[in-house]
């Protein structure tokens, strides 16, 4: 079966990078794009950006742009999200999730990994 | 102004309808987007729920049952996202998504709670 699973719980401090794995199985990863969503507690979902694990092409939310980077190794069906200059305003749960390319039927979702950012 | 937004919260009782609302922008015509609809219960990620165009452009996820519906409402620039024969279970976080500006954009989400 289709699953997603995230590495685990980070805690930061501000300023310091994190960088969030998605290990694919169950299906061909190049054939989906992984996009990434977090959600601070009790808020809404937010939307980071796209990569696409065939070409390595990548989109990114303008409210991240130069602040984040999404990579991926084919040979291991893992996809990575890292997010630099952490602010407190970061906490989250990360979350990844795969959808065909141009369409946004996120199907499957990994479990989420909480980035705390503290001093 | 945010280019989608949903009620905060919504009741209604076990066996009766809801119809959860996702409002675009002014400008931001409902009638040219896919509107998405996810569930997501505490502690746990996002569901795919459907996509609703058209009732000549739509899909159901995969499981989900067919008392989860898609329409839209033109006059209010809106998504629907229509629950038949509601259960307990039902009782979640209910985001709708648009693909606007090259950005996948949620609205805030509605927590549906049946009592």
């Known amino acids: 079966q289709v699953q997603l699973v995230q590495s685990g719980a980070e805690v930061k401090k501000p300023g310091a990078s994190v960088k969030v794995s998605c290990k694919a199985s169950g299906y061909m990863f190049t054939a989906y794009d992984i996009n990434w969503v977090r959600q601070a507690a009790g808020q809404g979902l937010e939307w980071l950006g796209w990569?696409?694990?065939?070409?390595?092409?990548?989109g990114y939310a303008q409210k991240f742009q130069g602040r984040i980077t999404m990579t991926r190794d084919t040979s291991i069906s893992t996809a990575y999200m890292e997010l630099y200059s952490l602010r407190s305003e970061d906490t989250a749960v990360y979350y990844c999730?795969?959808?065909?390319?141009?369409?946004?039927?996120?199907?499957?979702w990994g479990q989420g990994a909480l980035v705390t950012v503290s001093s | 102004q945010a280019v989608v937004t949903q009620p905060s919260s919504l009741s209604a009782s076990p066996g009766a309808s809801a119809s959860l609302t996702c409002t675009l922008r002014s400008g931001v015509n409902v009638g040219a987007y896919n509107i998405y609809w996810f569930r997501q219960n505490p502690g746990s990620p996002p569901q795919y729920l459907l996509r609703f165009k058209s009732d000549s452009d739509k899909q159901q996820g995969s499981g989900v049952p067919s008392r989860f519906s898609g329409s839209k409402d033109f006059p209010a620039n809106a998504g629907i996202l229509f629950i038949s024969g509601l259960q307990s279970e039902d009782e979640a976080d209910y985001h709708c998504?648009?693909?606007?500006?090259?950005?996948?954009?949620f609205g805030g989400g509605t927590r549906l709670t049946v009592l």
């Open positions: 990569m696409s694990p065939n070409s390595g092409n990548t």
């Open positions: 999730a795969r959808n065909l390319a141009h369409t946004g039927d996120f199907d499957h």
């Open positions: 998504m648009i693909w606007h500006s090259a950005h996948w954009v």
